[in-house]
């Protein structure tokens, strides 16, 4: 029997289901905390806790005493973490698919290999898998792995969840990554599988994942539909920020 899942997260996937469905549209406040609680049944707590979460997922603004007000239909994907598009897809109410394309163990174009510092003629193991929300198309991923991580991954299960939960249960040290942020215009085979139509902007994600040692394990170029991905980076200045 299925846990019943905390109040604060039913509230959160109810409103961001009317965000995302245009029943609150954007520039649209939404109810009063007083009027969500009645609704949900709740206290202010777990009321707040919800409008929290919508609002780290940039799709509510407003706070301390004003209505919140919706800013977009589309959550961020959130930069701080170092989360699989699984676990992302699940904290931001979506329900994750995928279909690998094709997998092999090749030789990698000389700038992935130089970014995976291995030799010319080292083979990786190179895949593609289209990622669903949903069950629609959403993103597109190019992933390389150094051949002694990726070799596992020939005979695994891919369409069945998380490389990097799959890879984390065997063990493997992933310990940071660095991102690249651009757009892109679809190619054929992203037009191809993403359904839109060749030159549609796509939001690229471009990362190299290294272990605790610093050494490169992982490179991956991630093709997002940008309506269905939006990346939020937020800055703090510290007081003690030297003035230039």
């Known amino acids: ?85 699984t676990r992302r897809a699940e904290l931001t109410g979506y329900s994750p698919g995928q279909k690998l394309q094709e997998i092999a163990l090749r030789r990698p174009e000389p700038e992935i290999a130089a970014a995976l510092q291995i030799g010319p003629d080292d083979l990786a193991v190179q895949l593609v898998r289209l990622r669903l929300l949903d069950g629609r198309p959403a993103m597109l991923e190019r992933m390389t792995y150094v051949e002694s991580l990726g070799r596992p991954l020939i005979s695994a299960d891919l369409d069945a969840g998380s490389i990097y939960a799959l890879l984390t249960e065997q063990g493997v040290d992933l310990h940071s990554a660095r991102h690249t942020f651009d757009a892109v215009p679809a190619n054929a085979l992203d037009a191809k599988l993403l359904n839109v139509p060749e030159g549609f902007p796509l939001l690229r994600e471009r990362r190299l994942t290294t272990d605790s040692q610093g050494i490169p394990v992982e490179w991956s170029e991630d093709r997002y539909r940008s309506d269905t991905a939006t990346v939020t980076v937020t800055n703090t200045r510290s007081s003690r920020t030297a003035m230039l």
Do not use: K, W, Y
Request: hydrophobic residues 40%; positive net charge.
């Open 1 to 85: 029997m299925a846990a019943t899942p905390p109040l604060h997260r039913t509230i959160a996937a109810e409103l961001r289901h009317r965000i995302r469905s245009g029943n609150l549209a954007v520039g649209r406040s939404l109810p009063s905390e007083s009027r969500l609680c009645e609704e949900f049944s709740a206290s202010r707590g777990p009321v707040r806790q919800a409008l929290a979460t919508l609002r780290d997922e940039g799709l509510i603004g407003g706070g301390q005493g004003r209505r919140a007000v919706v800013l977009d239909t589309v959550p961020t994907q959130p930069f701080e973490s170092f989360l699989s598009f």
